[in-house]
């Protein structure tokens, strides 16, 4: 198993927010996790440390869990994408963090989004993937999910959370449909993340994101990280105790 970073905690609202901090490079990157997630859960699968070891080292990586899921205080309540951004800009300024890029995956991309338009000033660039701007269908947005999609999968959570017969694990990792270890281990992965209240109301809470309308005006296509990509001839030790909570002025 992985060398786990150190998990500490900070309070947004009346919330404990779980978040780690690894590598040490010259910029600041916050990784905004999709759906559900659990800061030392993750580093049990060789894929997730390779991919966050990866980003460590040519950034400083702010990583956590939010409130509701993995390491941060649970609850079964609808949180607002208000309440996360709220619990992200806690986290930037326990570390020291004056601008970061934010790499939004999934359901972090909306977040991300709102993120950036709300902080400007804050945002030095934007890393989306996987994600979208509206999570239900509409005349003017077809390709989303439809009611009785909604319908099927809140009552897969509901009778099938957590096991290896979960739609969620099709949905996600389909490549490792037919693989019986890896399955149960995405399986274990979204237990130690979320409760099945939890994951249901997180997917309600997706059901009425959209954020179309900070769209305009805000979409770059400037940013370049090609340039940080590291040659494949070179190995390197996983950077996972960078320093935690030095300021830093990023660009």
Not at 52 to 81: E, N
Not at 217 to 222: I, M, S, V, Y
Request: proline share 5%.
């Amino acid at each position: 198993m992985a060398d786990i970073p150190a998990t500490r905690y900070v309070k947004s609202d009346d919330v404990h927010i779980a978040y780690q901090v690894i590598g040490d490079g010259p910029r600041d990157l916050l990784f905004v996790p999709g759906f559900v997630s659990n800061l030392e859960a993750l580093w049990q699968s060789p894929a997730r440390t390779a991919f966050f070891c990866r980003l460590a080292r040519f950034a400083r990586i702010i990583m956590f869990d939010k409130r509701g899921t993995g390491m941060s205080d649970r609850g079964s309540q609808i949180f607002t994408l208000e309440q996360r951004m709220h619990d992200v800009q806690a986290v930037l300024d326990q570390v020291g963090s004056r601008r970061a890029t934010l790499f939004g995956i999934s359901e972090g991309g909306p977040m991300s989004l709102l993120y950036a338009a709300t902080y400007p000033e804050r945002t030095s660039a934007l890393v989306l993937y996987g994600t979208y701007a509206r999570r239900s269908w509409a005349p003017d947005y077809t390709f989303a999910w439809t009611d009785a999609q909604w319908s099927t999968f809140l009552d897969d959570i509901e009778h099938h959370w957590g096991t290896t017969d979960a739609m969620s694990l099709l949905m996600w990792a389909p490549s490792v449909a037919g693989n019986k270890h890896a399955v149960e281990q995405i399986a274990a992965y979204f237990r130690a993340s979320a409760s099945p209240g939890a994951a249901s109301a997180i997917m309600r809470m997706n059901r009425d994101i959209d954020v179309r309308d900070i769209l305009p005006g805000h979409a770059r296509t400037d940013v370049d990280f090609a340039s940080h990509r590291r040659p494949r001839h070179r190995r390197k030790a996983c950077p996972l105790h960078g320093p935690a909570d030095s300021a830093r002025q990023t660009d």
